[in-house]
Nanobody, 119 residues
Framework: QVQLVESGGGLVQAGGSLRLSCAASGSIFSIRTMAWYRQAPGNKRELVAS???????NYADSVKGRFTISRDNGKNTVFLQMNSLKPEDTAVYYC?????????????WGQGTQVTVSS
């Protein structure tokens, strides 16, 4: 099984920055895609950014130029640097990892971390 531990959420004023981290542990042989999703009250969970094992990245249009996703393969950790935060970025942010465990690829979710941006 895969365990994901997220950290770095909190309350910040508009225009500020936060850095989220998500560390994966367990019987992991390899990790393919790592990603961040978010879900605001009343909304569906949406992809914020993803990064492949080859470091190819993909971003939601709403965060391009403001957020940066990165990963440390040696530590099985993914980061999300969030700059120029806006009130509409307020949501619970979830880490997602696609990992090879016991010869099977499986997706795992973190518990979520709250990000609140005040105007």
């Amino acid at each position: 099984q895969v365990q994901l531990v997220e950290s770095g959420g909190g309350l910040v004023q508009a225009g500020g920055s936060l850095r989220l981290s998500c560390a994966a542990s367990g019987s992991i042989f390899s990790i393919r895609t790592m990603a961040w999703y978010r879900q605001a009250p009343g909304n569906k969970r949406e992809l914020v950014a993803s990064i492949t094992s080859g470091s190819s990245t993909n971003y939601a249009d709403s965060v391009k130029g403001r957020f940066t996703i990165s990963r440390d393969n040696g530590k099985n950790t993914v980061f999300l640097q969030m700059n120029s935060l806006k009130p509409e970025d307020t949501a619970v942010y979830y880490c997602y990892v696609n990992a090879l465990v016991n010869a099977l690829w499986q997706g795992s979710w973190g518990q979520g971390t709250q990000v609140t941006v005040s105007s």
